[in-house]
């Protein structure tokens, strides 16, 4: 398994390979959203209780849990950079963090507001939601300590102990609806069993969840070939590219 | 179809504010940020290229006043031959 997956270590080849599957991981995040938000606000029904705010939770949701899957392959890539020395695993890690600010902010506006009709109040400084807020400002200190050296291997060398220091935050988001009281509602989707949703909610839910998977994916491509580029700028084959001009 | 009309639609029973602005919020952070990846990526490629070509200009640049050196030298050394024979 080593020898077929070395080549893969090679930075040429993988960014030639992400470069290949960018367009088709594109076009099946494209057609997975667009059906999944087009069911979820035209289609799907509207909640017993929350009536059409409910339509936030198509976005809220996949983004929440998203971002913390971010924080958590960036912890992996982190974790591998430290301790195999793998220029391309810290590569990784730098292209994640801005794509998990940015989803991590969106489900902290989506939800207030959600939370503004819902409860009454855009913020409150309850478990689930202050947790999640400092995983906004761990992604933004992991940014900033990789942008604050100009040596590269010494910023992802800080930036991954400080991401290794924040997976802490994980599973206090995850079980803060559980272990403290809060306003926050508790899991919908992955309850044990059978979620507690019904079917034509739930569809849409999958559709656009895995919309965003694939979003993320292509937006990690790009952000991870162009570290490859600007980690490897004295290498030939990155020279050629860059004159030519070519993707 | 949940909504009976464009209005209904817009409205989402009264949280029409709301909703919309959770959906424009995320669309415009994710346009951002694909905009935002794109650029660097093309910004990173044009600073290589510019560094290669400043370094290729310098190596020229080098090898040229290397040569003219030799050549001066060479006539220096030459000079004296011709004047005494």
């Known amino acids: 398994?080593?020898?077929?997956?070395?080549?893969?270590?090679?930075?040429?080849?993988?960014?030639?390979?992400?470069?290949?599957?960018?367009?088709w991981f594109s076009y099946l995040s494209i057609i997975l959203l667009t059906?999944?938000?087009?069911?979820?606000?035209?289609f799907s029904p509207a909640d017993y209780q929350q009536g059409d705010s409910f339509r936030i939770f198509y976005i809220h949701v996949p983004s929440a849990t998203l971002s913390m899957g971010i924080y958590v392959g960036m912890a992996i890539a982190a974790l591998c950079s430290i301790v195999w020395q793998l220029k391309l695993a810290d590569?990784?890690?730098?292209?994640?963090?801005p794509i998990g600010a940015v989803f991590t902010f969106i489900s902290l506006v989506t939800g207030a507001a959600w939370g503004k009709p819902m409860w009454g109040t855009w913020w409150i400084w309850d478990a689930r939601l202050t947790s999640q807020l400092i995983l906004l400002f761990l992604f933004l200190g992991v940014i900033a300590l990789h942008n604050a050296f100009e040596d590269k291997?010494?910023?992802?060398?800080?930036?991954?102990?400080?991401?290794?220091?924040?997976?802490?935050?994980?599973?206090?988001?995850?079980?803060?609806?559980?272990?403290?009281?809060?306003?926050?509602?508790?899991?919908?989707?992955?309850?044990?069993?059978?979620?507690?949703?019904?079917?034509?909610?739930?569809?849409?839910?999958?559709?656009?969840?895995m919309g965003f998977i694939f979003l993320i994916v292509v937006i990690t491509c790009i952000r991870f070939r162009t570290e490859i580029l600007a980690r490897n700028g004295m290498r030939q084959w990155v020279r050629d590219l860059a004159v030519k001009g070519e993707s | 179809m949940q909504f009976d009309s464009i209005n209904a639609f817009f409205a989402m029973g009264g949280y029409g504010f709301y909703v919309w602005l959770s959906y424009g919020v995320s669309a415009l952070m994710i346009a951002l940020l694909i905009f935002m990846s794109c650029r660097s990526h093309k910004k990173t490629k044009e600073q290589i290229a510019k560094r290669y070509h400043r370094e290729n200009k310098l190596r020229e640049a080098?090898?040229?006043?290397?040569?003219?050196?030799?050549?001066?030298?060479?006539?220096?050394?030459?000079?004296p031959h011709e004047s005494t024979s």
């Open chain 1, 91 to 97: 590569a990784s890690a730098a292209a994640m963090a």
């Open chain 1, 153 to 209: 291997v010494m910023a992802g060398k800080a930036a991954g102990i400080l991401t290794l220091v924040g997976v802490i935050n994980i599973p206090i988001i995850k079980y803060s609806v559980e272990w403290w009281n809060t306003l926050h509602q508790g899991a919908t989707v992955s309850k044990m069993g059978k979620p507690s949703m019904t079917l034509d909610m739930l569809w849409p839910f999958i559709f656009s969840y």
């Open chain 1, 35 to 42: 059906i999944g938000l087009v069911w979820a606000l035209l």
């Open chain 1, 1 to 23: 398994m080593w020898k077929w997956l070395h080549p893969y270590a090679k930075p040429e080849t993988t960014y030639h390979l992400t470069g290949r599957l960018i367009p």
């Open chain 2, 62 to 79: 080098a090898k040229k006043q290397a040569e003219q050196q030799t050549q001066s030298q060479a006539e220096l050394l030459e000079e």
